[in-house]
């Protein structure tokens, strides 16, 4: 029996899909570097080994699969194609493994991770299925009915894939490192439709999508009144949104999810239309009121009296809908954004955007740029960001403490470099203060 040998198994698909093949009964393992990622607590829960980069890691027996952060110039990498192994890219690999199932992709520029997370969640309660979230989640089923997977733009990876389904979420244009425009992703995200073998779930209230051209039927959802699937009466309440459900203009159900904010409610939409046109009930939809959320989407905490919410959103569309839950969530709070942009292509880009972004919290903290591995650093800073956000002020490690002002406020750390490091060295700071407290 072949052993699966993941190179860059702490990545957060990779680590997903060693779980999905270790749940299934194959034989896997990993290597990556020594620095402690979150993605391991899951790995180590099913003991699969990891060890350090290293050529002698790569042994005859071994099937490949390649995390796509790394290049070919890598040691494991180099060995593995000097040995003739069976070698894949993690796209490539994902490609084939999805034929066995009835797969679902869930794709688009934002909200892919936290609808994967919704739709693996309300499949998983009615059938056995295999699931891999960009969170770095993964679980496989033998006799799973159905895969649901986050699909990913970049670099045009998602067009190794031909699922069955694909559900798209929004065009938008980010990435701007690999995409030389709005135009550029249409061209990506039209290709991806043009490989999906049943339907297409997408949400009409978007532009671009309505433009997408498919030779399978596309299901639309939104709030307009034009859609299939549309929401009406949209109500905040303690519990979360409350929201009816038209299709085709006919009044379906009513269904509440523990969230806040418009994109929340799209993304339940497009997993109740995935149900619906696979013949589901509407009873076994509602098993999105006990969604518990996705690691790094909104995740929050309640020290002293302080919300500390720790979130992905790197695009300035992600940080108006982040802030826009924390509004609609905590309407009496004061709103604090800290936030560390990430690559300096990205903040170059959109740096007017994010501006108006931030500018819809109370005050904005930023944190240096986070340069990606891929690019060299900007003649870009983050002083030129911080000229465009009136509210604003640059935030450096060793003074986290002087969040703590911010007594009753609801404070987001937001970015997808490593701005958690800001949120634990702000969180342990204040252990003094608990224990002055106890």
């Not at 999905?20 to 620095?35: C, N």
């Not at 209230?205 to 596309?218: C, R, T």
């Not at 098993?287 to 002293?304: A, D, Q």
């Not at 591995?373 to 002087?402: C, F, M, N, W, Y």
Request: charged fraction near 25%; include cysteine.
């Amino acid at each position: 029996m072949t052993t699966y040998h993941f190179i860059g198994i702490k990545g957060t698909g990779m680590s997903a899909l060693a779980q999905i093949l270790h749940d299934s009964g194959e034989k896997v393992q990993g290597s990556d570097v020594e620095k402690r990622f979150f993605t391991q607590d899951a790995l180590e829960a099913k003991n699969i080994t990891i060890y350090p980069f290293s050529k002698e890691n790569i042994t005859d027996d071994l099937t490949i699969i390649a995390g796509n952060a790394f290049s070919d110039d890598h040691v494991e990498i180099q060995e593995a194609k000097r040995k003739g192994l069976v070698y894949y890219r993690y796209h490539e690999f994902l490609g084939e493994w999805l034929k066995q199932y009835t797969s679902i992709a869930v794709t688009g520029a934002h909200g892919k991770t936290s609808t994967t997370g919704l739709l693996a969640h309300v499949l998983d309660m009615e059938y056995p299925i295999s699931y891999l979230i960009g969170d770095g989640t993964g679980r496989g089923h033998v006799d799973s009915n159905y895969f649901v997977f986050e699909a990913c733009e970049y670099r045009r990876h998602f067009l190794s894939y031909e699922p069955d389904y694909a559900i798209m979420t929004n065009i938008d244009f980010d990435h701007p490192d690999y995409f030389s425009s709005i135009n550029d992703v249409f061209d990506a995200f039209q290709s991806m439709a043009d490989k999906v073998k049943k339907g297409i779930i997408a949400c009409g209230d978007d532009e671009k999508l309505q433009q997408i051209q498919a030779k399978v039927p596309v299901v639309y959802y939104g709030f307009s009144a034009s859609n299939d699937f549309q929401a009406q009466n949209v109500k905040e309440t303690e519990q979360g949104t409350e929201f009816d459900v038209f299709v085709r203009n006919t009044y379906y159900d009513t269904f509440t999810i523990p969230m806040y904010g418009n994109h929340h409610v799209l993304n339940s939409l497009a997993v109740i239309a995935i149900c619906h046109y696979e013949g589901m009930e509407a009873e076994s939809m509602k098993h999105l009121h006990s969604f518990k959320g996705v690691k790094r989407r909104f995740t929050e905490k309640r020290v002293h009296d302080q919300i500390i919410i720790d979130d992905y959103a790197h695009h300035p569309r992600e940080i108006t809908a982040t802030i826009e839950s924390a509004r609609k969530k905590y309407p009496d709070r004061e709103i604090v954004a800290i936030f560390q942009p990430h690559t300096f292509t990205r903040t170059k880009t959109f740096l007017q955007e994010f501006a108006d972004s931030l500018n819809d919290a109370d005050e904005v903290y930023l944190c240096e740029i986070f340069a990606s591995a891929r690019e060299e650093s900007g003649q870009l800073t983050i002083q030129d960001l911080e000229k465009l956000i009136p509210s604003s002020s640059i935030l450096e490690l060793e003074e986290v403490e002087k969040l703590a002002k911010h007594e009753t406020s609801v404070l987001i750390f937001m970015g997808a470099g490593d701005i958690q490091k800001f949120q634990k060295a702000y969180e342990e700071s204040l252990t003094p203060k608990k224990a002055e407290n106890a």
